[in-house]
């Protein structure tokens, strides 16, 4: 009877102190997955389940969008025989073969809108001046969920390298207001990548 | 006797299934906050403790850097004397007096190192043509662990806007190289925001 007793007090307090820590658990968890992030360019030949890419394109998003145009679209490469054409002279193909699904994060970069001293006019389109911002945002997110998820990934820039962009902008057809702004490969990582720290208290001012 | 074991036994379950949460939880938590993310433009008295305005610039400077250049620095306001000249004519005013914290996102447009063909060689001063993406990542971290901590965050826009920027680079002396990139109010939230759901599947395209 007595070790029934303490045996439920044990449980208990390893009941409560699980939940203690679900409770203040968001921001550690949150937390150290930012600063676990890291890029990832060796995989395994696992793949990844569509139902993990598409949390991963959930994630990218749910970005902040400037005036909430949200002008990003996005093209899900896993058919590997269609890369040299799409990638052709991009020195991460190898990397871009070896990953589960190859994620080309796009931007347009107009808006069609009512002219904003008119709202009820027409809509015309214009340059937006910040679809970059957007897409950084985007990006970054959806190496948070990878890195979340247990899997790999690496931010590959695009925009603005001609040479990088125009051979995605010829194979996927993209319309002359669509640019091809990263490139990210995902997978199940191989080996054992590190984080980077990158904290440096000289970087900040006080006022 | 009976009672005492029944006890314990859910008293176990409940341990078992908090501890099986821990162990899933990391995905979990990490989506929902990116999901949870949101423009809060409307704060209490509040103020935030110092230990996590560093936890949010923690975040920040942990964002992926093309070239591992880390064109970031950041300034963080909390006198609110010096706010009418730093952000002169700024539309979000009203907005950074009521916050606890302002934190301006800097960006050195440059990078200085040895030329890429000569590693060995003086180092020279060229423009970084991928700073503008690094901010972008690390204005999110910012974000993403401001809502972790349940604060309230809003990413105003200050480059590429010349009106905006003039004043801070003006107020804050900032170096010619140096271009105050976003700026971000942090407090607590008044008031019950909600995210916005962008989920929107006509975005992908899969090959």
Same mark, same amino acid.
């Given at each position: 009877m007595k070790k029934t007793i303490l045996?439920?007090?044990?449980?208990l307090l390893l009941a409560a102190s699980c939940c203690h820590k679900n409770a203040t658990t968001t921001?550690?968890?949150?937390?150290?997955?930012?600063?676990?992030?890291?890029s990832v360019r060796s995989y395994t030949a696992d793949s990844v389940p569509a139902a993990v890419i598409d949390n991963l394109l959930r994630a990218a998003m749910a970005a902040p969008s400037g005036m909430d145009i949200r002008p990003w679209s996005f093209v899900v490469l896993?058919?590997?025989?269609?890369?040299?054409? !799409?990638?052709?002279? +991009?020195?991460?193909? *190898?990397?871009?073969?070896?990953? /589960?699904?190859?994620?080309? &994060?796009? %931007?347009?970069?107009?808006?069609?809108?009512p002219?904003?001293?008119?709202?009820?006019?027409?809509? !015309?389109?214009?340059? +937006?001046?910040?679809? *970059?911002?957007?897409?950084?945002? /985007?990006?970054?997110?959806? &190496?948070? %969920?990878?890195?979340?998820?247990?899997?790999?990934a690496c931010w590959t820039a695009c925009y603005p390298f001609a040479d990088r962009m125009?051979?995605?902008? *010829?194979?996927?057809?993209?319309? /002359?207001?669509?640019?091809?702004?990263?490139?990210?490969?995902?997978?199940?990582?191989?080996?054992?990548?590190?984080p980077k720290d990158k904290w440096d208290p000289s970087r900040i001012r006080r006022l």
């Open positions: 045996f439920a007090a044990a449980a921001a550690d968890a949150v937390m150290a997955n930012i600063l676990s992030r890291k896993t058919d590997k025989s269609q890369y040299d054409s !799409v990638f052709e002279g +991009n020195f991460n193909m *190898r990397m871009f073969k070896e990953s /589960a699904a190859v994620i080309v &994060l796009c %931007a347009d970069t107009t808006v069609t809108r002219p904003r001293d008119n709202p009820e006019g027409a809509a !015309v389109t214009m340059p +937006n001046p910040i679809w *970059r911002d957007d897409m950084g945002a /985007a990006t970054e997110n959806l &190496l948070l %969920a990878a890195e979340a998820h247990g899997l790999g125009d051979p995605i902008r *010829r194979a996927l057809q993209l319309p /002359a207001n669509v640019v091809p702004y990263s490139v990210v490969p995902v997978g199940v990582p191989a080996g054992d990548n590190q």
